[in-house]
């Protein structure tokens, strides 16, 4: 309430509104025009000046009402449709010449008409219509305003009271914290896939500003660190802000000493193959490095290259082959040293991040280029890098102001299909983190039958489950014009083709005719003059017939591929919800927006480029969640806050009262045994039957294994098969395409297990956190039914109000279950993926590195074999043994496949526990504050002075009008943003 004035359709967010809203000039004056009364005025005067008070009071709440009011009745226009009162004035948009089939005339004498076809048709992306979802409706914003100058009026005039009174503060304190709901933090929506199909793309137009985010046009691999889009800060002094965040400086050690050894290991494990081979078998396939060391040195020629002994390849090479171990002290402490002066060029003040500011984007790109990829000619502050510290950097911030990254960031990652595996893992870390994934693939890749896009979607919709994925096709306004299609069109677009192929031709004749009208005219320039306008105008028309013959050829192909999609997505996932597919066309759609069209006409429209519905798509995912704390805030929130002040107000003393309280106590010591149970119940039931279902699938598990052990040993030869067991089951040839091991011995176990973690996400969570919610409801439902038995409670009105405070106690606690059934789902979902996949610390892969160093270490299994009472294996072949050891080691009843079992019992029991014990404490929290509530009932005021008393009654008369605005226009304005869908 700063001014009464202010557009009430302004939001006031949580992001505008300050950490303490103190009144505004117009309460203070209102409030302090009178003292309030003190112990020595005389009682009358005081009587007259508390009847003023109030007056003041009233009517600073009226002024709040009336302005809600006003403001509803254009949120009630909005709601109508009624576009001229709640939008304004829409132009339509001017036909064009293509669009006007009657004949052209000729006799055009103002050379005007060809301007008035000349319209300014560069595209304003803030121009799009907005979502139909609650958040996007003026009463959205309204109710945010209408509830934080009711918190704040209350809290103001509290703070004037001059009451001391610890129950009054604590009151405050919550008024304080609960001016504005609380958002929490903005869904995190990452653009994954291969490299090379567009992400950073789908980024720029997704924001509407060209070259916002790193891109190539040939394709190739150019975002290398995540690069997250997120609105701008409060303190920001530019329009485009870089937030570059180095690793710490442990992890960037770290990060070297790993690079270092996988390269060292790698080059030591070469030089003994090729030494054991001769030289000849293993070159013949194995001339390419592992993906580790490929990728230590491609991150030291970027870091280092200002150093002479990086100066390029070669030099590199020779003094990383001086090392003597993975560990070799002397090169590392050089490199550390290196990578110290690299932290200290750029964050002197040892913090972690550096930031960049510019007006332009083009500037702020350009500054930034450094930190995410290898730049030939870097520099910084104007001053020459020689290097790019890329490899060091976590993520980069981009800060700008955008209404779509008001509920959301975008976060650019680099490809997961990269050779460069330190990216690869950039990626997946952060992609834990993504509430929903953005799966993006060209068109021309054909992403319905490709087998790296179906990895993407599959993994995507096991982090986060049914409505987290989103599709989105690249390139969609490429298509060949000439050759046949695999796809057909219907009778009625076939009807249309046929009409403007007509009109083609029809245009086609009419230019022939106007060009030998033209030639024949020559000496007569009036006559040609008015012959080229028409010439013109129907070459405009031909090319916008073409246009819409190649746009519905675009659409027919686009759509088609849109229903394989959504069948693709059900048999890959499983999952019957409708996944929302965008076939966009990034390069168009930046065309309208740069204007370059007049002379280049694109081969689709704007719409078709389904870039603004992507947009439109994108905005509203925040929405619900966003409307759900909003309601919560209004319609759970402040009331409970008002009902505790009028328990504060109404407080007098209960007869019986240390009887009453035993009531409160023994609901808590119930709390923690009730809890305990259920989730003791739902780990022996629930629980222990997935368990047994895994025991039950390893024998078939093992079957499968060791027909694929023995098809490794038959699909590559030894110094091939040597080099898997080396890298940990992934490698490539130039003969063999990069193969991952664990991937083929995990084949069955996705299909064997996801109908079961499936199950116990979607059918068991949910009853058990209700039963929880149930059961708890039930205790709290006794201390009802209790005090509303008890006579001597109830001669005390107080009491009716702690027992309707109860239900919203009843209520947080439902929420909390809800919470938790969240919490359950997500961390099963991961616990499943871990023990389903292969990847960093899952069940599976971390067993398998003891299988793969068994079989790499030949000599101790031959020593072990030849141990006395065992079989000799002298004479035996290093492949024979080395083959026959990770078959035994894999097939083993004890080995990786028995870890999976371990693992998910291990993990999901101390998950349990974990959000047990979590679980406990929240619902203390909450029975602490009926403890307070009730405290307050059974106690007496603290000061019974007139004043104080006063004071009281003012409050109460408060709470009238406070809750008058929630109950009609606060409401009202929720009923409208929620039907607005």
Sequence with gaps: MDDMSVDPLEPASVDNAPTRTPMSDQTDAA?????????????????????????????????????????????????????????????????????????????????????????????????????????????????????????????????????TDPDLKNIQVELEKNQDPKYGTNLRVGLIGNSGVGKS??????????????????????????????????????????????????????????????????????????????????????????????????????????????????????????????????????LHTWTENIRRRFLPNDSDTVIIGSNDISDLVDKVLPFTRSVPYASFNDEPLGYSPWPLVNIIRIRLEHPLLKGLSLLDMPGVSDSNQWRVDATNRHLQKCDVSVVVSKIGGRPESDRPFEQFVKDAYRRRRSGSVILVATASDTVN?????????????????????????????????????????????????????????????????????????????????ARSLAKQYEDWTHDTARVPIFCISNKVYMQYIAGDIQDNLPDMQLMETRVPLLRGHLFGLPATRKFATLEHHCRSTLPTILRSIRLFASVSKLKRKEDLQKIV???????????????????????????????????????????????????????????YIRNFGKHKTRIHKLTVWNETLLHHVPEDLDPDFDGLCKERCQPFTTEIAQALSEIIEGISRTLANDPAAMLVGAVSIFLENLRTRKNEIRKETDDLMINLQNKFKSIHRQATTD?????????????????????????????????????????????????????????????????????????????????TKKVN?????????????????????????????????????????????????????????
């Design 481 to 561: 014009m000439n050759n046949r299609t695999t796809f057909e069109l219907s009778d009625v677009d076939k009807e249309m083709q046929t009409t403007l192929r007509t009109d083609v031709e029809r245009t086609e004749e009419k230019l022939k005719d106007i060009k030998k009208r033209i030639k024949d005219a020559k000496g007569n320039s009036r006559l040609v003059a008015q012959l080229s306008k028409v010439k013109k105008r129907y070459e405009r028309r031909k090319l916008g017939l073409n246009q819409d013959l190649t746009q519905l050829r675009i659409a027919t192909r686009n759509d088609k591929i």
């Design 665 to 723: 106590t023994r609901a808590r010591k119930d709390v923690r045994v009730r809890i305990d149970d259920l989730f003791d119940m739902f780990h022996s039931e629930v629980i222990g039957h997935l368990l047994t279902r895994i025991r039950e699938c390893e024998g078939d598990w093992l079957k499968r294994a060791a027909v694929h052990c023995d098809s490794f040993v038959k699909t590559y030869k030894p110094a091939t098969y040597g080099a």
């Design 31 to 163: 409030i302090q025009s009178e003292p309030v009364p003190t112990s020595t005025v005389p009682e009358d005067p005081s009587a007259t000046e508390f009847g003023k008070q109030r007056m003041r009071v009233a009517r600073l709440f009226r002024i709040i009402k009336d302005d809600a009011e006003r403001n509803l009745v254009q949120a009630r226009l909005y709601s109508q449709g009624d576009a001229m009162q709640a939008q304004g004035t829409v132009t339509p948009k001017k036909r064009k010449a293509w669009e006007m089939l009657d004949e052209i005339p000729e006799d055009m004498e103002d050379e005007s008409d060809d301007d008035d076809d000349e319209e300014d048709i560069r595209h304003d992306p803030s121009n799009e219509p907005m979502p139909r979802v609650p958040t996007t409706h003026p009463a959205f914003t309204l109710a945010e305003k209408i509830g934080h100058e009711v918190a704040e009026l209350l809290w103001a005039v509290m703070d004037k009271s001059g009451q």
């Design 201 to 334: 793309s789908v980024a720029n137009s997704s924001v509407g500003i060209e070259n916002l985010s790193i891109s190539a046009d040939d394709g190739d691999s150019c975002t290398y660190v995540v690069i997250e889009f997120c609105y701008i800060a409060p303190m920001q002094d530019a329009s485009y802000q870089a937030e570059i965040e180095f690793f710490c400086k442990e992890a960037g050690i770290q990060m070297v000493n790993q690079m270092f050894a996988h390269y060292v290991k790698n080059a030591m494990a070469r030089d003994r193959e090729a030494a054991q081979n001769n030289g000849d078998e293993y070159f013949e396939e194995n001339d390419e490095e592992d993906g580790n060391a490929k990728t230590a040195l491609q991150n030291f020629l970027s870091m280092f290259k200002d150093q002479s002994d990086f100066a390029n390849e070669a030099a590199a090479r020779a003094f990383l082959s001086k090392a003597t171990s993975p560990t070799d002290y002397k090169l590392l402490h050089q």
């Design 839 to 919: 990847g960093t610390d899952h069940y599976f892969t971390d067993a398998m590195i003891k299988v793969y160093d068994a079989a790499n270490d030949v000599q101790a299994v031959r020593a072990i074999k030849a141990a006395p009472g065992r079989k000799a294996v002298r004479g035996k072949p290093k492949h024979l043994v080395r083959s026959e050891t990770f078959k035994e080691t894999v097939c083993t009843l004890d080995g990786p496949f028995h870890a999976i079992h371990e693992k998910v019992n291990t993990d999901i029991t101390k998950t349990l526990d974990e959000e047990r014990e979590n679980l």
């Design 925 to 981: 929290s909450i029975f602490d504050k009926i403890q307070q509530d009730f405290d307050k009932v059974c106690s007496a005021p603290e000061d019974n002075t007139p004043e104080a008393k006063q004071f009281r009654e003012l409050l109460l008369f408060m709470l009238d009008h406070a809750k008058d605005i929630l109950d009609g226009p606060l409401k009202e304005c929720l009923d409208l943003a929620r039907k607005h869908k």
